[in-house]
């Protein structure tokens, strides 16, 4: 079983970056692909990007440029740098394991609970 907890999300200004957390335990990180997911009210989740387990990174256009993963084995723990934030962000961050780089939501297994990140305009 594993269990996966986001950290890190707070109120920001446009323009300002923030890096959130995804720690994992019960299980060794190396062993899957970490996604991040966001949701903002009244919509459905949305792919943000994933890190495989070789440290390649996977981003659908719209988030290119801006946000980047990275993971540290040795931390248990994934890492979204999201930088030049726009309100349009402003959703909550959801971090997923699973078995490969992909953009659905199907493709992963287990799932935290979120951090809520708010970029103001």
């Known amino acids: 079983q594993v269990q996966l907890v986001e950290s890190g999300g707070g109120l920001v200004q446009t323009g300002d970056s923030l890096r959130i957390t995804c720690q994992v335990s019960?299980?060794?990180?190396?062993?899957?692909?970490v996604g991040w997911f966001r949701q903002a009210p009244g919509k459905g989740r949305a792919f943000v990007g994933s890190?495989?387990?070789?440290?390649?990174?996977y981003y659908p256009y719209s988030m290119k440029g801006r946000f980047t993963i990275s993971r540290d084995d040795a931390k248990n723990t994934v890492y979204l740098q999201m930088n030049s934030l726009k309100p349009e962000d402003t959703a909550v961050y959801y971090c997923?394991?699973?078995?490969?780089?992909?953009?659905?939501?199907?493709?992963?297994?287990?799932w935290g609970q979120g951090t809520q990140v708010t970029v103001s305009s």
């Open positions: 997923s394991a699973g078995g490969s780089n992909s953009a659905f939501e199907n493709e992963y297994s287990h």
């Open positions: 019960g299980h060794t990180l190396s062993d899957y692909v």
């Open positions: 890190i495989s387990r070789k440290g390649g990174t």
